[in-house]
Nanobody
Framework: QVQLVESGGGLVQPGGSLRLSCAAS????????MAWDRQVPGKERELVAS???????KYADTVKGRFTISRDNDKNTIYLQMNSLKPEDTAVYYC???????????????WGQGAQVTVSS
């Protein structure tokens, strides 16, 4: 069983910072792309940032220069440092990982349970 466990969400004032963490646990042989997506009620889920196992990153235009994704491969953990937060960053943030459970399985996506981030004064 593979689990992605997120932590670090909460309430912050505009201009503030938060750091999200996501740890992958369970039985698997490799984790390739890992990412943070976010979703606002009534809207589609959107990619925020992604990072490959060799550290290549991508960001949504709306968060470039403010958010930083990083990864600890030894701990199968990714982080999202969010600075200069804006009210429009308010959303549920989901961790996503492409994981191969065994040599006999193909890569597939797994998601965490979501972490609420609220930016409000």
């Amino acid at each position: 069983q593979v689990q992605l466990v997120e932590s670090g969400g909460g309430l912050v004032q505009p201009g503030g910072s938060l750091r999200l963490s996501c740890a992958a646990s369970g039985s698997f042989v490799s984790a390739n792309l890992m990412a943070w997506d976010r979703q606002v009620p009534g809207k589609e889920r959107e990619l925020v940032a992604s990072i490959t196992s060799n550290g290549e990153t991508k960001y949504a235009d709306t968060v470039k220069g403010r958010f930083t994704i990083s990864r600890d491969n030894d701990k199968n953990t990714i982080y999202l440092q969010m600075n200069s937060l804006k009210p429009e960053d308010t959303a549920v943030y989901y961790c996503r990982a492409q994981i191969r459970r065994s040599l006999f399985n193909s890569m597939r996506d797994f998601w965490g349970q979501g972490a609420q981030v609220t930016v409000s004064s």
